[in-house]
Nanobody, 117 residues
């Protein structure tokens, strides 16, 4: 099982980034996918989630209206489009899968997002 995040980097406040998470080794199309983030000295927090068929997306209040999560089940990939970035969005962003077929969670290794002028 692998979840590989990419797309992180350094961006100025107000800028945009698009994160990707490529999945393999499990039944992606039946999995509920989530993005989490963890800033230095803080607990990991849920940012966004998307259902297996992409009919439902949810967002934390802190990112609602600025971030958009999507998925491409043909490519086993989820995305997190992040717009109007703020310094408080600086964190390591992690992709997480919940495999509904066997009831297990899988985590990626994370990608660093730094918002700084």
């Amino acid at each position: 099982v692998q979840l590989v995040e990419s797309g992180g980097g350094v961006v100025q406040p107000g800028g945009s980034l698009r994160l990707s998470c490529a999945a393999s080794g499990f039944t992606f199309r039946w999995s509920y996918m989530r993005w989490y983030r963890q800033a230095p000295g803080k607990e990991r927090e849920l940012v966004a989630g998307i259902s297996s068929g992409a009919r439902t997306t949810t967002y934390s209040d802190s990112v609602k209206g600025r971030f958009a999560m999507s998925r491409d089940n043909a490519k086993n990939t989820v995305f997190l489009q992040m717009d109007s970035l703020k310094s408080e969005d600086t964190a390591v962003y992690y992709c997480k899968a919940y495999d509904t077929v066997i009831g297990l969670d899988y985590w990626g290794q994370g990608t660093q997002v730094t918002v700084s002028s």
